[in-house]
């Protein structure tokens, strides 16, 4: 789900508006080098992985700028995995 994410992201980068593309067009787009560089930068800013990882990085990051919420954003092209991610993210968090 995440590569969807950094296709966006890209895409955006370079100024074009584009839809999130599903996951299977997103493992049918090549990228040039240029690209998966920037794809491993733009995934510092993420917080990306395992309910447990996740929960891990969020409290850290509550920590390090002491605030007690987050405005989480979760681009996801299909509409069911969107919800199963703010569902994990809910058992992760609460």
Known sequence: MALSQDLW???VEK????PIPSKQE??????SKEDREKVIENRNRMVIGTSEKVREEILRLS???????FMILTNIY???????SY?????AIL
């Open 87 to 91: 569902s994990l993210l809910a058992e």
């Open 63 to 69: 920590e390090l700028y002491q605030t007690d919420e």
């Open 78 to 84: 299909d509409f069911q995995d969107k919800i199963q």
């Open 9 to 11: 992201l890209l895409a």
């Open 15 to 18: 100024g074009r508006d584009t």
């Open 26 to 31: 997103s493992k049918n787009i090549s990228l």
